[in-house]
Antibody, heavy 120, light 107 residues
């Protein structure tokens, strides 16, 4: 059974960097059949896919155009986890952030969600 | 990006009745569509993928249909645990996009 455990919620100040991690059990971040995603949810933007990383002989990264200039995903094979960094945050980035697995582009396992509030 | 539009925003249904939820894509997504259920305070749960294939352990009262731009999620006989928000998601074109959701509430 795949489980995704996300880091704790936090408060981030405007213009700073949001950082979250997602620890994987029951699968591998370097699996050749899975991809590892970040999705967020807010009342104003609904569910929004942000990006994903996956390993197919080398690491690949796909990012949503809406955040492409600010987002970085990093896999960590030693800890079997992956992380999200979102720079230059504004209050618009306040949301519940989820990590999720996909094998065929839909999301079959989700993390528990992490509320991130951007406020001074 | 492909815009997914769900209707209605809220559906009031009595337990035991049928619920029909709609999802429309701004351009064809073929059958690359998934449905999710989300209960308050919980994470989304995959119900349907490929427009009509039930995910593991999803009861047979949930069914999906459609292709191209028009899709339907049907819950044949609503149980108490089915009252939730339902989202569609297209995975035909980058970036993947979700509908805004349909809330199924008790009538």
């Amino acid at each position: 059974q795949v489980q995704l455990q996300q880091s704790r919620p936090g408060l981030v100040k405007p213009s700073q960097t949001l950082s979250l991690t997602c620890a994987i059990s029951g699968d591998s971040v370097s699996s050749d059949s899975a991809a590892w995603n970040w999705i967020r949810q807010s009342p104003s933007r609904g569910l929004e896919w942000l990006g994903r990383t996956y390993y197919r002989s080398k690491w690949y990264y796909d990012y949503a155009p809406s955040v492409k200039s600010r987002i970085t995903l990093n896999p960590d094979t030693s800890k079997n986890q992956f992380s999200l960094q979102l720079t230059s945050v504004t209050p618009e980035d306040t949301a519940i952030y989820y990590c999720a697995r996909d094998q065929y582009y839909y999301f079959d396992y989700w993390g528990q969600g992490t509320l991130v509030t951007v406020s001074s | 990006e492909i815009v997914m539009t769900q209707s209605p925003a809220t559906l009031s249904v009595s337990p035991g009745e049928r619920a029909t939820l709609s999802c429309r894509a701004s351009q064809s997504v073929s059958s690359n569509l998934a449905w999710y259920q989300q209960k308050p305070g919980q994470t989304p749960r995959l119900l349907i993928y490929g427009a009509s294939t039930r995910a593991t352990a999803i009861p047979a009262r949930f069914s999906g249909s459609g292709s191209g731009t028009e899709f339907t999620l049907t819950i044949s006989s609503l149980q108490s645990e089915d009252f939730a928000v339902y989202y569609c998601q297209q995975y035909h074109n980058w970036p993947w996009t979700f509908g805004q959701g349909t809330k199924v509430e008790i009538k």
